[in-house]
């Protein structure tokens, strides 16, 4: 009996099953790059930003819009911010400490060990403005050599400046108070919230991470960039705590700071290009 679809004597089952692979293939091949493109669209930080940045760039011209873009951005973040500290701190702000970040802190100083304090305190150290600074201008001026341009290290020292100002307005803006200095191992001042270290390193490293990455055509060194951009700043904000000298919010924010201003740029940045 001749199936379905087949003359006899000119088609052969081998050729209906080749095409209909053919055509499943090419089916499955189309869905899978409408899902990547899709999941791509969705991961991206642009979206209404994006589309308030163009419009910026096309009303009044590329640097005035870039300039606006980063502006709104880093006044929106910074308001945002004070007002959800602010919400916190007087609706749930002692169940938070007492119940979540006190535990945690005590925990961490009564069980240190000598040998991971010392590496603590290299890590951390790594996060202070200093060593930052050194990554950005090597990170920087290597990408400058393989793009060509000193773009890259303009916007790393946008994201420096950046964090270093959101830190700083946030903390005299919330003013909230370091764990008690008998849970100390290194020396600490000023303000708690938010962790400086936390918020600085997120910023360069995602944001040097993502620069680099893009120079890059295999994937593994892909994934090992972006590997090193999350790893940096988790563990220096990790040390923050361990050393006692952060509540875990102040840590928890300080990324979240760090990673959305650093995405403040970028999407700024990719408007005038």
């Known amino acids: 009996m001749p199936l379905k679809g087949i003359s006899s004597g000119q088609v052969t089952l081998s050729e209906v099953l080749t095409s209909e692979t053919n ?50 951005g880093f006044a929106a973040l910074t308001i945002l911010t ?12 002692p169940s938070v400490t007492t119940l979540f970040d006190a535990p945690v802190v005590q925990y961490v100083a009564a069980h240190r060990i000598a040998g991971l ?22 990170g920087g001026t290597i990408l400058a050599r ?3 341009s000193w773009r890259p290290l303009f916007l790393l020292a946008l994201a420096m400046l950046g964090a270093m100002s959101l ?12 764990p008690p200095s008998l849970f100390w191992a290194i020396p600490a001042n000023g303000w708690s919230f938010p962790s400086g270290h936390a918020t600085e390193s997120a910023a ?34 990790i040390s923050r705590v361990y050393l006692g000298v ?24 990719s408007t005038v290009q």
């Not at 304090?117 to 090597?138: E, H, Q, S």
């Not at 903390?171 to 909230?176: G, N, P, T």
């Not at 700071?257 to 740029?265: E, F, P, Q, T």
């Open 23 to 72: 055509e499943l293939a090419t089916q499955i091949q189309v869905r899978f790059d409408r899902g990547v493109k899709d999941g791509k669209r969705l991961a991206r930080f642009d979206g209404p930003y994006r589309a308030a940045s163009e419009l910026l760039s096309s009303r009044f011209g590329l640097t005035v819009g870039f300039a606006g873009s980063l502006v709104g």
């Open 82 to 93: 004070w007002f959800g500290a602010e919400a916190v701190r007087k609706l749930i702000g």
């Open 117 to 138: 304090t010392g590496v603590m305190r290299a890590v951390t150290t790594a996060g202070n403005d200093l060593y930052l600074w050194i990554a950005l201008l090597t």
């Open 146 to 148: 393989l793009t060509r």
């Open 167 to 178: 830190n700083q307005i946030i903390k005299l803006a919330v003013a909230r108070t370091r």
């Open 204 to 237: 360069v490293y995602r944001t040097l991470a993502y620069k680099f990455a893009g120079t890059q055509r295999r994937f593994g060194v892909k994934v090992l960039t972006y590997a090193i951009g999350i790893a940096a700043p988790f563990l220096i904000g």
């Open 246 to 269: 952060h509540w875990p919010t102040d840590v928890v924010v300080g990324w979240t700071l760090g990673c959305v201003w650093s995405a403040i740029v970028l999407v700024s940045s």
